[in-house]
């Protein structure tokens, strides 16, 4: 039962690979595996089963007794229980250890595959000479080589001495350890042979100095280079020597030169190997460590800039500005894009509860952001796929044959929304719209995927989509049957009988709804299957869902790293890519292994509806990747097979650039000394939400870099002194560019106090508070901060943030719509309706309305023009409604208020403006909030707000 159960999930494993079209992978790793186990295993029992049968080859015909005394009683004992059962129990036990051993050996793939298929890099690292190849490729497996030589080793002095003792070949007793002639010879040899690797090992040991952490920066320091590096060749040298002593003991009896060899061996080791390097550290280094240091700190920048692919970033001063000539201002202000006020980790209720449709829908915590062009212009949008969730009946039947798939693409302007907050939907409903074309709207294979589905068969049970009745009820269902080619074919009865063992269901085999048309499907999330088929790549936490070539296709990036480069700094992968959104976990957990190499080589796609899995060489000039494409002939395509329509959606990685941005942080420096210091390193800022001490994550947005001409789809972050919240520096790379994008800085002077994240955040809550505390009247409503976007604008840098509203209370069908958008340049801030109306508070309206002399006359009671009086009314009654709407929960009505009050504004101020000699600046759209309702009419409005937006 054992055998069949390992069976099936064997057998199973290799059909899913050749439904996918991947069982080279299969068979280059599944062969690769036994070969080492094998040669493990062989290896092992070699060595350790032919010195135990040495051991009792050479026992003493006669027992103890020739030593001149009584037999052992207690090796009589054992020896007299076991050896019955000598043959059994070495058997059992060679079985054991093989297993071990070739469990062991086989889990060194990798390893043995870099080896085999080594590709050069073409540099060198600076002390020895040698390509970087050598210590990514050689050095990890000659390292395992030595090691399982050593273990060899010790376990066959640890058995040989047991059958020895066992068998009569020596005993313990006073004074000292009588042995025979056979016995000392073999432990002699034994010994030297470990001995003669670890002579081996100090020799290979001197290549690891690369990776040594004793020193200020990762790499080989003052002290390994002058010291630790001797030594070593000194002790390979002593030990080379100590091995001979103790092979000298096979001709010459006692123990005088295996002792003297021993002894000599432990003191070299400790007075050359830790004694000596320990003085040159404390009395040589440390009292002169900045100069001492400072060629190796060189070497540590040149190599972690390198192997992080940040030798390239343009680190540009920026005089950050805070003030500007209106004039200056303006003119920018026409050139701002349509900024993205969606905040993809804010919408998702939003998106359920305005497109789920149905409740057995679903979509994900987090939403994606990508670009799509509309009219003409390429436009910032929030996506998402409605994958399929619970069914409202569980039952083996519906959750494996009727739910099997999701329906539906759905995409929001991403600077856009309607009267009411709610996204401007491109695509959207069931069955979809078409503002994105016609595609294949059918999630078979998505993020949230049953564990396993049957499709096909022709029966059409699978439920498609909820169909709407006439009298628009939609209590009916469309069904459908799969007819892609995803998924296994099931209909014979031994593979039916195989999933039924792989996942304990009988119903696999008693279902009469399974035929010969049937197909199953499992491994469905895209991140699952690239993993499956490029075992050797870490992937992205993120994959996104885009519309391409009328399919929705999943975009996965892949990455190649290791921990072997040389001198470069090895930092956690899970720890670098840790923010506020991994924190949500509304992406995996990244894997915490120390790395200290990284490159995005591979694009990969998962088709959403069959299930295709294609993988691109994004970056083919990596020598990590040419070496798997070795290893894994024909699995990734050339970068020049990608098309066209998806190379518009492909983007920069956001795990990536979150790793480039904590390496930034202190290796922005370049001069050696200026790095000893440390005086200028940065950090990437927590997130600005209160009590948070998380990192920000890096946000896409469409903008613009100082001295471009146009606006580029770009991931971006900003960073803070260390120990400080103001900022330090604005990052950014071009998201659309190829595995060659160049990172570019925008340094702020050290002089300069331009607001971080947090004291941003903390300018928009208290002057912001006497808006968005109406909101908070009765304790109904509560407001959300979206993302947090920081541009650079007018020689200065730009904070843009959407406030959201929602009802306060959970058991409602809530979900947050945009109310205000924030923005502050130095210390002016906005608050608007719009993004415009935010902008136009701070750096005024631009267009002013001409002068018209000609007035209206005045009201005689009051002395207000009667044009005026009226505009000011409507602007009063729409406030009014307003408030009322907000305090009744309304929000419908609320956004309709707020269009009507804006109106009514622009209406008030033109009549203003006939009235007065000049023109006046347009008036923000929301009234002073501090003002009452009941003062409201005795007093006319400024036409000219206040900087701070109050």
Same mark, same amino acid.
């Given at each position: 039962?054992?055998?069949?159960?390992?069976?099936?999930g064997?057998f199973?494993d290799?059909?899913?690979?050749?439904?996918?079209?991947?069982?080279?992978?299969?068979?280059?790793?599944?062969?690769?595996?036994?070969?080492?186990?094998?040669?493990?295993?062989?290896?092992?029992?070699?060595?350790?089963?032919?010195?135990?049968?040495?051991?009792?080859?050479?026992?003493?015909?006669?027992?103890?007794?020739?030593?001149?005394?009584?037999?052992?009683?207690?090796?009589?004992?054992?020896?007299?229980?076991?050896?019955?059962?000598?043959?059994?129990?070495?058997?059992?036990?060679?079985?054991?250890?093989?297993?071990?051993?070739?469990?062991s050996?086989a889990?060194?793939?990798?390893?043995?595959?870099?080896?085999?298929?080594?590709?050069?890099?073409?540099?060198?690292?600076?002390?020895?000479?040698?390509?970087?190849?050598?210590?990514?490729?050689?050095?990890?497996?000659?390292?395992?080589?030595?090691?399982?030589?050593?273990?060899?080793?010790?376990?066959?002095?640890?058995?040989?001495?047991?059958?020895?003792?066992?068998?009569?070949?020596?005993?313990?007793?006073?004074?000292?350890?009588?042995?025979?002639?056979?016995?000392?010879?073999?432990?002699?040899?034994?010994?030297?042979?470990?001995?003669?690797?670890?002579?081996?090992?100090?020799?290979?040991?001197?290549?690891?100095?690369?990776?040594?952490?004793?020193?200020?920066?990762?790499?080989?320091?003052?002290?390994?280079?002058?010291?630790?590096?001797?030594?070593?060749?000194?002790?390979?040298?002593?030990a080379?020597?100590?091995?001979?002593?103790?092979?000298?003991?096979?001709?010459?009896?006692?123990?005088?030169?295996?002792?003297?060899?021993?002894?000599?061996?432990v003191?070299?080791?400790?007075?050359?190997?830790?004694?000596?390097?320990?003085l040159?550290?404390?009395?040589?280094?440390?009292?002169?460590?900045?100069?001492?240091?400072?060629?190796?700190?060189?070497?540590?920048?040149?190599?972690?800039?390198?192997?992080?692919?940040?030798?390239?970033?343009?680190?540009?001063?920026?005089?950050?500005?805070?003030?500007?000539t209106?004039?200056?201002?303006?003119?920018?202000?026409?050139?701002?894009?349509?900024?993205?006020?969606?905040?993809?980790?804010?919408?998702?209720?939003t998106?359920?509860q305005?497109?789920?449709?149905?409740?057995?829908?679903?979509?994900?915590?987090?939403l994606?952001?990508?670009?799509?062009?509309?009219?003409?212009?390429?436009?910032?949008?929030?996506?998402?796929?409605?994958?399929?969730?619970?069914?409202?009946?569980?039952?083996?039947?519906?959750?494996?044959?009727?739910?099997?798939?999701?329906?539906?693409?759905v995409?929001?302007?991403?600077?856009k929304?309607?009267?009411?907050?709610?996204?401007?939907f491109?695509?959207?409903?069931?069955p979809?719209?078409?503002?994105?074309?016609?595609?294949?709207?059918?999630?078979?294979?998505?993020?949230?995927?049953?564990?396993?589905?049957?499709?096909?068969?022709?029966?059409?049970?699978?439920?498609?989509?909820?169909?709407?009745?006439?009298?628009?009820?939609?209590?009916?269902q469309?069904?459908?049957?799969?007819?892609?080619?995803?998924?296994?074919?099931?209909?014979?009865?031994?593979?039916?009988?195989?999933?039924?063992?792989?996942?304990?269901?009988?119903?696999?085999?008693?279902s009469?709804?399974?035929?010969?048309?049937?197909?199953?499907?499992?491994?469905?999330?895209?991140?699952?299957?690239?993993e499956?088929?490029?075992?050797?790549?870490?992937?992205?936490g993120?994959?996104?869902?885009?519309?391409?070539?009328?399919?929705?296709?999943?975009?996965?990036?892949?990455?190649?790293?290791?921990?072997?480069?040389?001198?470069?700094?090895?930092r956690?992968?899970?720890?670098?890519?840790?923010?506020?959104?991994?924190?949500r976990?509304?992406?995996?957990?990244?894997?915490?292994d120390?790395?200290?190499?990284?490159?995005?080589s591979?694009?990969?796609?998962?088709?959403?509806?069959?299930?295709?899995?294609?993988?691109?060489?994004?970056?083919?000039?990596?020598?990590?990747?040419?070496?798997w494409?070795?290893?894994?002939?024909?699995?990734?395509?050339?970068?020049?097979?990608?098309?066209?329509?998806?190379?518009?959606?492909?983007?920069?990685?956001e795990?990536?650039?979150?790793?480039?941005?904590?390496?930034i942080?202190?290796?922005?420096?370049?001069?050696?000394?200026?790095?000893?210091?440390?005086?200028?390193?940065?950090?990437v800022?927590d997130?600005?939400?209160?009590?948070?001490?998380v990192?920000?994550?890096?946000?896409?947005?469409?903008?613009?870099?100082?001295?471009?001409?146009?606006?580029?789809?770009?991931?971006?972050?900003?960073m803070?002194?260390?120990?400080?919240?103001?900022?330090?520096?604005?990052?950014?790379?071009?998201?659309?560019?190829?595995?060659?994008?160049?990172?570019?800085?925008?340094?702020?002077?050290?002089?300069?106090?331009?607001?971080?994240?947090?004291?941003?955040?903390?300018?928009?809550?208290?002057?912001?508070?006497?808006?968005?505390?109406?909101?908070?009247i009765?304790?109904t409503?509560?407001?959300?901060?979206?993302?947090?976007?920081?541009l650079?604008?007018?020689?200065?840098?730009?904070?843009?943030?959407?406030?959201?509203?929602?009802?306060?209370?959970?058991?409602?069908?809530?979900?947050?719509?945009?109310?205000?958008?924030?923005?502050?340049?130095?210390?002016?801030?906005?608050?608007g309706?719009?993004?415009?109306?935010?902008?136009?508070?701070?750096?005024?309206?631009?267009?002013?309305?001409?002068?018209?002399?000609?007035?209206?006359?005045?009201?005689?009671?009051?002395?207000?023009?009667?044009?005026?009086?009226?505009?000011?009314?409507?602007?009063?009654?729409?406030?009014?409604?307003?408030?009322?709407?907000?305090?009744?929960g309304?929000?419908?009505?609320?956004?309709?208020a707020?269009k009507?009050?804006a109106?009514?504004?622009?209406?008030?101020?033109?009549?203003?403006?006939?009235?007065? /000699?000049?023109? +006046? =600046? *347009?008036?923000? @759209?929301? #009234? %002073? $909030?501090?003002? &009452? /309702?009941?003062? +409201? =009419? *005795?007093?006319? @409005?400024? #036409? %000219? $707000?206040?900087? &701070?937006?109050?």
């Open positions: 039962m054992i055998l069949f159960f390992v069976f099936a064997f199973t290799w059909l899913w690979y050749d439904s996918v079209g991947y069982t080279s992978v299969f068979s280059t790793t599944v062969i690769t595996q036994i070969l080492l186990f094998v040669l493990g295993a062989l290896i092992m029992g070699v060595i350790v089963g032919g010195n135990m049968v040495i051991a009792y080859r050479s026992r003493p015909l006669f027992g103890m007794g020739m030593f001149g005394g009584g037999p052992s009683q207690g090796a009589d004992r054992y020896r007299a229980a076991l050896d019955p059962h000598r043959k059994l129990i070495f058997i059992a036990g060679m079985a054991v250890l093989a297993l071990f051993t070739g469990s050996t889990g060194q793939w990798k390893t043995w595959l870099l080896f085999v298929n080594a590709t050069p890099f073409g540099k060198t690292d600076p002390e020895f000479g040698m390509d970087v190849s050598f210590f990514m490729f050689t050095y990890p497996f000659i390292r395992v080589l030595l090691n399982f030589l050593f273990t060899a080793v010790i376990i066959s002095i640890v058995v040989s001495a047991i059958v020895h003792y066992l068998y009569g070949g020596f005993r313990l007793q006073s004074p000292g350890v009588h042995a025979t002639r056979a016995a000392r010879v073999h432990l002699s040899v034994l010994v030297g042979l470990f001995v003669l690797l670890k002579a081996i090992a100090y020799f290979v040991d001197r290549f690891g100095l690369v990776f040594s952490d004793r020193g200020k920066v990762f790499g080989a320091s003052y002290t390994d280079v002058n010291a630790v590096l001797p030594a070593k060749s000194i002790l390979a040298i002593i080379l020597i100590c091995a001979l002593l103790f092979f000298a003991g096979v001709f010459r009896p006692g123990g005088m030169l295996p002792g003297v060899g021993f002894g000599l061996l003191l070299s080791a400790v007075l050359v190997g830790g004694v000596y390097p320990a040159v550290e404390q009395f040589q280094v440390k009292p002169n460590q900045q100069s001492k240091e400072h060629d190796y700190i060189a070497r540590n920048i040149t190599a972690t800039r390198d192997a992080y692919g940040i030798a390239s970033t343009e680190v540009t001063p920026y005089s950050a500005k805070t003030q500007g209106q004039q200056e201002l303006q003119s920018e202000v026409a050139t701002i894009p349509g900024v993205r006020l969606l905040d993809p980790t804010v919408l998702p209720p998106y359920e305005l497109q789920q449709i149905k409740g057995y829908y679903q979509f994900p915590d987090q994606d952001v990508d670009r799509y062009t509309i009219d003409g212009v390429s436009r910032d949008t929030v996506v998402a796929v409605r994958e399929i969730g619970t069914p409202p009946d569980r039952n083996w039947i519906n959750d494996h044959l009727v739910y099997t798939h999701g329906f539906g693409f995409a929001g302007q991403g600077s929304t309607d009267a009411q907050g709610k996204p401007d491109l695509v959207k409903d069931i979809p719209t078409k503002g994105l074309g016609d595609f294949e709207p059918r999630i078979y294979f998505g993020e949230h995927s049953p564990q396993y589905s049957i499709v096909g068969g022709g029966k059409k049970m699978e439920l498609d989509f909820p169909e709407q009745t006439a009298g628009g009820q939609g209590s009916g469309v069904n459908t049957t799969y007819t892609g080619k995803g998924g296994v074919p099931i209909g014979n009865f031994f593979t039916r009988l195989l999933y039924a063992a792989k996942y304990s269901e009988t119903n696999l085999l008693l009469s709804d399974i035929n010969s048309q049937s197909r199953i499907l499992y491994n469905r999330a895209p991140r699952q299957r690239v499956q088929v490029a075992p050797f790549l870490t992937l992205d993120d994959p996104y869902p885009a519309i391409v070539g009328g399919r929705i296709v999943w975009i996965v990036d892949g990455y190649t790293m290791s921990d072997s480069y040389p001198y470069s700094e090895r956690s992968f899970g720890e670098m890519t840790r923010d506020t959104s991994t924190e976990q509304l992406t995996p957990q990244q894997p915490r120390h790395i200290n190499y990284i490159r995005n591979v694009k990969a796609t998962v088709d959403a509806y069959d299930g295709t899995v294609t993988l691109y060489a994004w970056d083919d000039g990596d020598p990590l990747l040419r070496t494409e070795k290893a894994f002939p024909g699995v990734i395509q050339p970068k020049s097979k990608i098309s066209t329509e998806l190379m518009a959606h492909l983007r920069y990685p795990d990536l650039f979150k790793v480039q941005r904590d390496l942080g202190n290796y922005h420096v370049t001069d050696a000394n200026a790095f000893y210091g440390g005086q200028d390193f940065w950090k800022p997130d600005p939400s209160p009590r948070s001490r990192k920000q994550a890096p946000y896409y947005v469409t903008m613009k870099m100082p001295n471009d001409t146009t606006p580029r789809f770009s991931l971006t972050t900003t803070v002194p260390n120990n400080r919240d103001n900022l330090a520096a604005f990052m950014a790379v071009d998201a659309t560019g190829g595995p060659n994008a160049k990172i570019r800085v925008l340094q702020l002077p050290s002089e300069t106090t331009i607001q971080g994240p947090k004291q941003a955040q903390n300018a928009f809550d208290t002057k912001a508070a006497s808006v968005l505390n109406d909101l908070r009765g304790g409503t509560e407001t959300v901060n979206g993302n947090l976007l920081t650079p604008f007018g020689g200065g840098l730009l904070y843009v943030q959407p406030v959201y509203v929602q009802p306060k209370d959970e058991n409602s069908a809530r979900y947050p719509t945009l109310f205000r958008v924030l923005v502050m340049f130095g210390s002016d801030v906005g608050i309706g719009t993004l415009k109306d935010a902008l136009d508070q701070v750096f005024g309206a631009g267009q002013q309305a001409p002068t018209n002399p000609n007035q209206q006359p005045p009201n005689q009671q009051t002395g207000v023009p009667t044009d005026a009086m009226k505009a000011y009314d409507n602007v009063q009654k729409a406030y009014d409604d307003g408030q009322a709407a907000l305090k009744n309304d929000f419908a009505a609320y956004g309709e707020q009507r009050l109106q009514a504004l622009k209406d008030l101020q033109s009549t203003l403006g006939k009235q007065q /000699a000049s023109p +006046a =600046p *347009t008036p923000s @759209p929301t #009234p %002073t $909030p501090a003002s &009452s /309702a009941a003062a +409201a =009419p *005795t007093a006319t @409005p400024s #036409p %000219t $707000p206040t900087k &701070s937006g109050s």
